[in-house]
């Protein structure tokens, strides 16, 4: 399996992600974990990468296209990945066919988790995420047993720095402006395959696991 999955920032990508992941015994890459885990460890590419995370934009394509051209060369995407949050803008996104192709391979399906905007907000200022081992939780939602406490590892839930009002809203229009088009794209790949993500976290994976399998 090599999918994409798409969606507004908040529509609940990592949180499927994870699932899809198990599932199907595939790995899951993150652009925005590789840059937070970047960041973590104080490398030039996170630093860099921070100066636009804070802001909502795009971290440029000449570092984020060999970023995922690299990942996608481990052996462990040969059989199959799902990658979230990329490709972000067209650019991006010819880089990756144009890459597959020179490997002679190709992307079984698109998964766009549709989730009307005005819950976004809320679904990313609640947000709270583990540093240690990645579970995402929300403080309404899918609270944690124990309030700031992980249920996975125990570990400290904290609050991403970009998981701010401003910042969501600015994440929210360079979605609309550069990401947006790519499902068109995806559609006239016949790739695009939509879930309805406001549901209930379980009926959404239910439904992706019926649309991969059709
Ligand atoms: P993305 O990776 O698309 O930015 P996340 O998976 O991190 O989104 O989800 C954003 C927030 O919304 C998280 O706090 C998550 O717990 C919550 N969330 C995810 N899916 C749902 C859902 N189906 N219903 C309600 N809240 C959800
Ligand atoms: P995410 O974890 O997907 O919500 O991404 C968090 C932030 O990381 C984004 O707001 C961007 O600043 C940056 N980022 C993640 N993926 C990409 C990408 N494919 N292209 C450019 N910037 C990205």
Do not use: W
């Amino acid at each position: 399996m090599k999918l994409l999955i798409m969606g507004r920032p908040g529509a609940g990508k990592g949180t499927q992600a994870v699932n899809i992941r198990e599932y199907y015994n595939i790995p899951h890459i993150s652009t925005g974990d590789i840059f937070r885990a970047n960041l973590k460890g104080q490398t030039k590419l996170g630093l860099l990468a921070k100066t636009y995370m804070d802001k909502g934009l795009l971290v440029p394509d000449s570092v984020t296209i060999d970023l995922v051209k690299d990942r996608l060369s481990q052996p462990d995407c040969k059989e199959g990945f799902l990658l979230d949050g990329f490709p972000r803008n067209l650019e991006q996104a010819k880089a990756l066919d144009e890459f597959l192709k020179s490997r002679n391979e190709s992307l079984d399906a698109v998964l766009d988790i549709d989730v009307k905007p005005e819950v976004l907000i809320d679904r990313i200022v609640g947000r709270r995420v583990c540093p240690t081992c990645g579970a995402t939780f929300h403080i309404k939602n899918n609270p944690p047993k124990v309030e700031g406490v992980c249920d996975k590892c125990g570990g400290k839930l904290i609050q991403r720095n970009d998981d701010t009002y401003e910042t969501a809203e600015n994440r929210l229009k360079v979605y609309d402006n550069q990401t947006a088009p790519l499902l068109d794209y995806y559609k006239n790949q016949h790739l695009l395959k939509t879930v309805n993500g406001d549901q209930d976290f379980a009926k959404v994976f239910e439904d992706i696991k019926k649309v991969l399998t059709k």
